[in-house]
């Protein structure tokens, strides 16, 4: 996860206040703009996200499916999570981003977009892994969690979470393989979740028989509050690199060997956790 801030200011992007602003609605409300706001922008896949943050609360949020319209959907969507809140997009200071594994075309849109704002508000800028978000809602059921995105030619981008010392640990590297060869190598309990259709979710059924849980397909969905909590506290405790660093995560095809059941020749340290989300 790499996270910067612009020292500039010299792009310009369009107002939310626009002359598109529907009839009836308020403008954003600039005497909100003292409170830190994060926008999170997630573009990864045919699914898309936007959401609003304080650091404490979602202030808005949306979640479609986007079938590859992502490029004119996306500032629609921020518009209108702009004029929910009444918040200016000047106003807004962070700026979070799914930066992949994903749709290459997808994952520029977004990160395209944040690297704008980010620049023309002199805004603080994160990315976030894509597979990260969709594990890190997983966490208070302490289950061994795999997240899977499709990668093309019967390949899935997946890894492998769990809780370690109250801290959501990713413990594996980020992969691209088979679902036969990342079943081969489970061997206990594990909860699948992302874009997992009935077809997918069969065949680890297959393979896997009772060890392969599955979260509702509700929760499955990518929620960009997520993204934003993860990019807040990346935010709060890293270190910055330049705006243009932010760039799509390419996952290689790696030698799968041994199991994902023994440590790793290098252990899982804090670079890779990812904090637990606020229990009830």
Known sequence: MTVSRSSSSTSRIPSAASSSRPRGRAPPNSSKSCAPVLLALDTSTDWASVALFDGRDVLAEETWHAQRRQGDELFPAIERALLSTRTALSSV???AVAVGPGSF????????????????????LVGISTLDVLAYPHAPSKQRTCPLLRAGRDQFYAAFYQERNRKWMRRSPFLVATLDEICQKIGTHTLFVGEIDAEIE????????P?????SPASRVRRAGYLAELGWRELETRTQVKISEIEPLYVRQPSIRGSFEQPFASPPSDE???GLPKRS
């Open 105 to 124: 075309t997808g994952l520029r849109v977004a990160i395209a977009a944040g690297q704008g704002i980010a620049r023309g508000n002199g805004a603080a």
């Open 272 to 274: 890779r956790a990812l």
């Open 93 to 95: 200071d962070r700026v």
């Open 211 to 215: 060890k392969a849980l599955f979260a």
């Open 202 to 209: 069969a065949a680890l059924r297959d393979l896997l028989g």
